[in-house]
């Protein structure tokens, strides 16, 4: 069984590897709502408690997916995220992505509480464990959107607060509003921004770090190879055809050092990440079981010095060709 730890200071015990719901909705392929479900229920037998979901993944279906899943599953902490609009009539911030596409954000005080309210009926239940702001909205103050998110944390419907894709001096003003439990950034080996002044920030004031594409959208993997015409990766600057071959290069070091040691690429991966610190939450998702054992087992590798310091040499900050904004 994967090891617990809190949720930030005084936070709720949940396991040290999340279970990403959002690959359930076929951005890296198809997928199946039977599979799914069996895949999620996989994840919670091996202790991964935390079921991380967002009302925008599959518009409002992965809510569905994961509730489904849930229903009778005492051990499920359900996490989700608001921000992205995906109603035309809906008012909105544009943001870039850095994809080859821009995203519709709200962070008005209304609206997160309707998308609240929606994510409960989907989801199926009273209150959500973790409710995050999946962006913050540039045209409205990140206090005001917290505001309404502790509202709701007093009228019972959300226990625990967190952000996502912020940086370290919106988390104070956010965390100065209401306590934050948990922010969830990309943070991996190819992409360790995170590093410079968001983890310290967080660490400083008791917050958890959920790491998100922990295996560089799969590429940690070591498998991936031509993309599908349907890939969501297919907008990402890294996974570009001359980007991907230079990656993939550069990175085959790492892969023939988890061979060295005698585990996957992706335990590696995740092994690396359970080793920054008690506070760093990897949360990789898939839609196999097989696989989610294999996520599992990196809780059980434990790396030295000298071994942390090989993989640190080999995928220094920067290494990955190709920057996204967010």
């Known amino acids: 069984m994967i090891d617990r730890r809190e949720l930030g200071a005084g936070g709720a015990s949940v396991g040290r590897i999340v279970y990403g ?6 951005y890296y392929g198809p997928s199946d709502d039977d599979r799914a479900v069996e895949t999620i229920h996989r994840a919670l037998d091996l202790g991964m408690t935390m ?11 992965n809510e569905r997916l994961v509730g489904r899943a849930t229903r009778h599953r005492r051990d499920a902490f359900l996490a989700s995220k ?3 609009v995906s109603d035309p009539s809906e008012p909105a911030s544009e943001l870039a992505t850095g994809w080859g596409f821009s995203l519709r954000i709200s962070g008005r005080p209304g609206y997160a ?6 994510s409960l009926s989907r989801l199926g ?7 995050y702001l999946h962006y913050p909205d540039p045209a409205v103050p990140i206090e005001e959107t917290v505001g309404a998110m502790a509202a709701a944390v007093r009228a019972g419907k959300v226990r625990h607060l967190g952000l996502s894709n912020v940086t370290a001096e919106q988390v104070r003003r956010a965390h100065a509003v209401h306590p934050i439990a948990a922010v969830q950034y990309e943070y991996s080996l190819w992409r360790r921004e995170a590093e410079t002044a968001l983890l ?5 004031l008791g917050i958890a770090l959920v790491a998100w594409s ?7 993997t070591g498998t991936v190879g031509t993309l599908g015409p349907t890939d969501f990766r297919q907008h990402n600057p890294r996974f570009s055809s001359d980007r991907l071959t230079l990656n993939t290069d550069r990175f085959a070091p790492l892969m023939r050092l988890a061979d060295e040691f005698g585990v996957t690429p992706a335990q590696l991966a995740l092994a690396w990440l359970l080793h920054r610190g008690d506070d760093v939450f990897p949360i990789p998702g898939t839609r196999h079981a097989a696989r989610v054992l294999e996520n599992a087992g990196a809780s059980a590798i434990r790396l030295d010095a000298e071994q942390l310091r090989r993989i640190d040499e080999l995928s220094r900050p920067g290494l990955a060709e190709g920057a996204t904004l967010v």
Do not use: K
């Open 125 to 131: 239940v009273d209150a959500l464990d973790l409710w």
């Open 214 to 220: 922990p295996l560089g959208a799969g590429f940690l």
């Open 200 to 204: 310290p920030t967080l660490r400083e």
């Open 113 to 118: 509480r309707r998308a609240l309210d929606a």
């Open 21 to 26: 719901a959002m690959v359930l909705e076929g």
């Open 51 to 61: 079921i991380d979901s967002a009302d925008a993944y599959g518009d409002g279906h």
């Open 82 to 84: 608001f921000g992205i």
